[in-house]
């Protein structure tokens, strides 16, 4: 009897719930994002951040984690344009070796992986989105990198211990929004054919957003160990007056012209990390903000000072890392490097130039400069070359794009 009177109620409940699997599939596979008419999905979006939290990816995972999604869409179609297909037995190869950096099997990867929530078919899209753009980036460019005999010989006198290499360099800083993107590329692209001081130096007065602009882009010396992996192989086949290929860095385009170069006594030290602070301070580049940088510079002589600064304050306003200088961001590792152990910059922004960034340099990890093959040298320097070819292609493919969140 009793079941009876409950009868209508469990009823009411079966249907709310049947009806409610439809509404939960329909909000987990809806489109989160539309790159170019290829859909996003929100299971796609949160199995990529779980995915990356496994892996400890620095900075804003949730940031990184959309525009890794994006650029993987981008990469596939710029595969499907050249007719470019990623077999089974490729992506089953990339799925080996990606688990062998963790010292595990496939199989052992994908069980580690799931025991975190994420699925084989979201590890598998990862690289095979890997794969085709490699393949991509070797099909258009592969052609184009052609390493000279000259190149080298000096690639290998700079990095020789008989001595060290300081370069003096200029820069001009292109900022970019999605607005703007194309013709700031464009613009890159004619700056790159420069080959005079000073008609770099007009240029850098008229368009650069560096604090350098005022002087004409010049920068001081800096020794050729301190500069980021992407630069510095550039500039090993700059002679004084050339100019660098575009370098895509956080909302911009940087390009470099090497003015001088000279030896010194002591032997290359190449830095493989630096550990950096960063504070960040409201108001972008106001007098307001500019001043408070400049309080914070009287009353800090270390990196660990700025823990006092920061007390009290929510814990993002103050960041400090450790990374390898391929993984620093490129605008911050160029700051780094004009920088000696706590000294501070304030050139760059963030959040749309609304945040100044106090940028101090706490220490950098060096190696000896090892000796190494002609052969070994002309694959580093194509390798380093075709990642920068990439870089600028992928941030084409960015501005060009239609990329829709609904």
Known sequence: ??????????????????????????????????????????????????????????????????????????????????????????????????????????????????????????????????????????????????????????????????????????????????????????????????????????????????PSRGRGGRIDWVPIGNLPPAIRTQVLTLSPGEVSDPIDIPNGIALFQLRAIEETGAPEQNTVSVEYAAYYIPGGRSEQALGQASRIRDRVDTCDDLYGVAKDQPPEVLERDTLPTAEIPGDIAMELAKLDDNEVSTALTRAGGDTLVFLMLCGRVSEQAADISRTDLRQRLTNQRLASYADSYLAELRAEATIVTP
Do not use: C
Not at 51 to 79: K, S, T, V, Y
Not at 131 to 149: H, K, L, N, S
Not at 157 to 164: D, E, M, Q, R, V
């Open 1 to 210: 009897m009793h079941f009876f009177k409950r009868a209508p109620l469990l009823l009411t409940l079966l249907v709310v719930g049947f009806a409610a699997l439809p509404a939960m599939a329909q909000t987990l596979f809806s489109p989160a994002i539309i790159v170019n008419d290829a859909v996003v999905t929100n299971y796609e979006l949160d199995q990529r951040l779980k995915f990356l939290r496994l892996l400890n990816q620095p900075g804003n995972i949730e940031d990184e984690a959309r525009q890794g999604l994006i650029d993987d869409r981008l990469r596939l179609q710029a595969a499907d344009a050249l007719g470019i297909e990623v077999t089974e037995e490729q992506i089953a190869e990339g799925m080996s070796e990606f688990a062998g950096r963790a010292e595990l099997t496939t199989e052992q990867f994908i069980q580690a992986i799931g025991q975190g929530g994420i699925e084989e078919p979201a590890f598998r899209d990862f690289v095979k989105a890997g794969i085709a753009w490699r393949e991509v980036v070797r099909t258009r460019f592969g052609p184009r990198v052609q390493i000279t005999e000259s190149e080298i010989d000096r690639a290998l006198a700079l990095s020789s211990n008989a001595g060290g290499v300081r370069v003096l360099l200029s820069e001009i800083i292109l900022p970019v929004t999605p607005a703007n993107a194309a013709a700031q590329r464009r613009r890159a692209e004619q700056i790159s054919q420069i080959s005079t001081l000073p008609a770099f130096a007009s240029t850098a007065r008229s368009v650069s957003a560096a």
